[in-house]
């Protein structure tokens, strides 16, 4: 079956340390997006793409960023981990950029920055 | 500002349909509603969309009003695996593709 993993699903690293997590979805969908979730914020919109190629910064970009070389994968990196990215984080995936598409999400990925 | 507004916090009896309300004075014409839900420690999971028709599917029913500036889900008979939080969706703006503003959602607890 189709689907959207995640990995890894915990991860605790130091501050200042580049970390990379990993999204993975087999649905061939066109959208992919990083989210992240804090206590009192809800699920906040990091970087999404379209398509091959193509990147966007969300409402909270800054020290992360996203290359998309294939449909199947959107790869987060933090540059320098810092204490305030301690996080839940999720992907999730859409068909395309129609207003009616679901986004599918993955199980999330604990980050501890120490 | 804020998108869409939920109550922090509902409960519901074990059984009994859960009605969660959801206003979005803002949306668009072409703005979908869209809800989801968020059980502990999960991926959120979609639920229902709908545009301007009152949607019902396997899960949930989805009213809007007239006006589209509020809408209800409704879970017709809430059982505990409900416990959940439920987020209220509009699309962030026509020409922003597929991306979804995510608020604070409503914790509805499901009480046996």
């Known amino acids: 079956d189709a689907e959207i993993t995640q990995s890894p699903r915990h991860k605790i690293t130091e501050t200042g340390r580049q970390v990379t997590l990993a999204c993975h979805q087999t649905?061939?969908?066109?959208?992919m997006f990083w989210y992240r979730q804090d206590l009192g914020h809800g699920l906040r919109l990091i970087h999404y793409?379209?398509?091959?190629?193509?990147?966007n910064k969300g409402e909270v970009s800054d020290g992360y960023s996203v290359s998309r070389s294939n449909t199947e994968d959107l790869p987060l990196t933090l540059e320098s981990a810092a204490s305030s990215q301690t996080s839940v984080y999720f992907c999730?995936?859409?068909?395309?950029?129609?207003?009616?598409?679901?986004?599918?999400f993955g199980p999330g990925t604990r980050l501890t920055v120490l | 500002d804020a998108k869409t507004t939920q109550p922090t916090s509902m409960d519901c009896a074990e059984g009994r349909a859960a009605n969660l309300p959801c206003n979005h004075s803002?949306?668009?014409?072409?703005?979908?509603v869209y809800w989801y839900r968020q059980i502990h420690s999960q991926g959120p999971q979609y639920i229902i969309h709908?545009?301007?028709n009152n949607e019902t599917n396997e899960m949930a029913s989805l009213i809007i009003t007239e006006d589209r500036k509020s809408s209800t889900l409704i879970l017709p008979h809430a059982t505990l695996r409900d416990t959940a939080v439920y987020y209220c969706?509009?699309?962030?703006?026509?020409?922003?593709?597929?991306?979804?503003?995510f608020g604070t959602g409503t914790s509805l607890t499901v009480i046996p």
């Open positions: 649905w061939n969908h066109n959208n």
């Open positions: 803002t949306i668009s014409g072409n703005e979908y």
């Open positions: 999730a995936s859409s068909l395309d950029s129609s207003s009616y598409n679901e986004q599918f």
């Open positions: 793409s379209y398509g091959v190629q193509d990147t």
């Open positions: 969706i509009v699309r962030v703006g026509p020409n922003t593709g597929n991306q979804f503003y």
């Open positions: 709908g545009l301007k």
